[in-house]
């Protein structure tokens, strides 16, 4: 069993950064696959980075790449979004997300989610 929670959230100018934080109970955090997930007010929730539990494999929604980074500190069982260059369309709630199985981007093969943390972006 993993329980998220996620930090970090906030309001900030387009342009500007903000960092999200997740922490993780759950001994066996190094082993699982974590992503972050967002959702806009009336969309679906959609893929945004994903990290494998070594650390050697990222993936990047198109949308953010080049402006967002996710790591992850094993130790500390924490995963991170760095989000640089932020624009009004990266507004949304912010879900931190764990795969028992392999790194995807399908939302579908994640078991555990936190409760979200709203980043809000004005122009």
């Known amino acids: 069993q993993v329980q998220l929670v996620e930090s970090g959230g906030g309001l900030v100018q387009a342009g500007g950064s903000l960092r999200l934080s997740c922490a993780a109970s759950?001994?066996?955090?190094?082993?699982?696959?974590m992503a972050w997930f967002r959702q806009a007010p009336g969309k679906e929730r959609e893929f945004v980075a994903a990290?494998?539990?070594?650390?050697?494999?990222?993936y990047y929604a198109d949308s953010v790449k080049g402006r967002f980074t996710i790591s992850r500190d094993n130790a500390q069982n924490t995963v991170y979004l760095r989000m640089n260059s932020q624009k009004p369309e990266d507004t949304a709630v912010y879900y931190c997300a764990a795969a028992r199985t392999t790194l995807t981007r399908n939302k579908r093969s994640y078991d555990y989610w936190g409760q979200g943390t709203q980043v809000t972006v004005s122009s």
């Open positions: 990290i494998s539990w070594t650390v050697s494999i990222t």
């Open positions: 759950g001994r066996t955090f190094s082993s699982y696959a």
